[in-house]
């Protein structure tokens, strides 16, 4: 069982517009930054959304993060093929003498 | 251009020990704090260790504490990850990560992992 929630799936069609949620608590999101992370079958991870809402260089103006409170949210606008995959929430935990915390992961189909 | 390529996985028996390395190029090693997360097959992603740029400061996951210790030597710009008492609920591929600043979960390098499969 994963410390920040996230759905285990999601799904919207070309051009549309689709939201990931990831629920944690006061101790990790409520506290820290939050990050999310693609993961296209068979390949490592790839950073989308940093310190909230932060996009690295290179990843397209469509990804888009926020939060609020001890919840964050990764959007997706103008949906593509291509953006069918796993997404991960993370963000640091401040209990336990500090540990890094990632969601479930929620998997997102492209209909 | 940054690159990290881990090795040293393969198949250990229960009980058993390994050590992960994870080489890295095309940055500066010293300044950068460094993580290793790992992915149990069909899986999600689990935060497993993490190790200041300098002053030696890590961190552990529950699961791992006690069991695992991380490390680097700068002078040879590699991270990492000894494992003891291996059990099978390790099996899983192994990535070290680069931490952009700050929070070690702010990943924005990965390598391409090196699988462990802990079978007897």
């Known amino acids: 069982q994963s410390v920040l929630t996230q759905p285990p799936s999601a799904s919207g069609t070309p051009g549309q517009r689709v939201t990931i949620s990831c629920s944690g608590s006061?101790?990790?999101?409520?506290?820290?930054?939050v990050n999310w992370y693609q993961q296209l079958p068979g390949t490592a991870p790839k950073l989308l959304i940093y310190?909230?809402?932060q996009r690295p260089s290179g990843v397209p103006d469509r990804f888009s993060g926020s939060k609020s409170g001890t919840s964050a949210s990764l959007t997706i606008s103008g949906l593509q093929s291509e953006d069918e995959a796993d997404y991960y929430c993370?963000?640091?935990?401040?209990?336990?003498?500090?540990?890094?915390?990632f969601g479930g992961g929620t998997k997102l189909t492209v209909l | 251009e940054v690159h990290l390529v881990e090795s040293g996985g393969g198949l250990i028996q229960p009980g058993g020990s390994l050590r992960l390395s994870c080489a890295a190029s095309?940055?500066?090693?010293?300044?950068?704090?460094m993580s290793w997360v790992r992915q149990a097959p069909g899986k999600g992603l689990e935060w497993v260790s993490a190790?200041?740029?300098?002053?030696?400061?890590?961190y552990y996951a529950v699961s791992v504490r006690g069991r695992f210790s991380i490390s680097r030597d700068n002078s040879k710009n590699t991270l990492y990850l000894q494992m003891n008492s291996l059990g099978a609920e390790d099996t899983a591929v192994y990535y070290c990560?680069?931490?952009?600043?700050?929070?070690?979960?702010?990943?924005?390098?990965w390598g391409q992992g090196t699988l462990v499969t802990v079978s007897s």
């Open positions: 190790l200041s740029s300098s002053v030696g400061v890590t």
């Open positions: 095309g940055f500066t090693f010293s300044s950068y704090a």
């Open positions: 990560a680069k931490v952009i600043s700050g929070w070690y979960t702010d990943l924005d390098y």
């Open positions: 006061s101790s990790n999101i409520g506290s820290n930054t």
């Open positions: 310190n909230n809402n």
């Open positions: 993370a963000a640091w935990d401040d209990s336990l003498n500090g540990r890094g915390v």
